[in-house]
């Protein structure tokens, strides 16, 4: 997981020199002074291996056996339509998010959450994250010829290049980032397409030979 934060971290700072909310395909990116953020959309087709309806955390098994849970947000309407063993087609998001704390004095940390609560009764359905891993690291080093500030987490230590002047100007030694990555936050789940059945062949009405 920390390979993953970090290299799309880098992705991330790699773009905060393009316009807030720039849209390229299946991906967002939007900047801020201090802050970026970066999401895609994923989609997958998936069999459905376990249902929890008090988190509606929805289990799926693609179809080299890897599973993933993804959280059923209150975008899926037919949620309590779905059962174990359908096959579905799945869109759901991963973010991460990263925001600049000047001074620091934040515990360097990584703190993970799973699945979601449920909603009291009478509230909406839950629309809780799948999985939310945030990580706050410290600014020990900083290169102005190459723009690469470098971050002291709990477990490594990273390098990341921020392709934006403005963005690097207001980083310093003893600052601190943190990292807040989301994924499998499901927005929607649709039956999979079944493949067309082949035509039945019509038969061929043969004439009789010869008299009736």
């Known amino acids: 997981m920390h390979r ?64 993933m849970t993804v959280t059923a947000g209150p975008e899926v309407k037919n949620f309590n339509q779905m059962k174990v063993g359908d096959v579905v087609s799945v869109e759901y998001l991963r973010a991460l998010a990263l925001e600049l704390k000047k001074g620091g004095g934040l515990i360097v940390q990584r703190t993970e959450q799973a699945g979601g609560a449920a909603a009291k009764p009478g509230e909406k359905p839950a629309g809780a994250v799948g999985r939310q891993v945030k990580v706050v690291a410290d600014v020990i080093g900083l290169d102005p010829a190459t723009q690469t500030v470098t971050l002291k987490g709990p477990q490594r230590t990273v390098e990341l ?52």
């Open 161 to 212: 290049k921020i392709a934006d002047p403005e963005q690097f100007k207001r980083v310093a030694k003893g600052d601190q980032v943190e990292a807040t990555f989301t994924e499998a936050v499901a927005i929607a789940v649709t039956p999979a397409k079944q493949a067309a059945a082949p035509a039945a062949k019509k038969e061929e009405k043969r004439k009789p030979k010869g008299g009736c």
């Open 4 to 67: 993953l934060i970090a290299s799309t971290a880098v992705a991330l700072l790699t773009a905060l020199s393009l316009p807030a909310s720039a849209q390229t395909g299946g991906v967002s990116v939007a900047t801020a002074p201090g802050k970026g953020a970066i999401a895609e959309t994923v989609k997958l087709e998936a069999t459905i291996t376990a249902i929890d309806k008090a988190t509606r955390a929805v289990t799926l098994k693609n179809d080299k056996g890897e599973e």
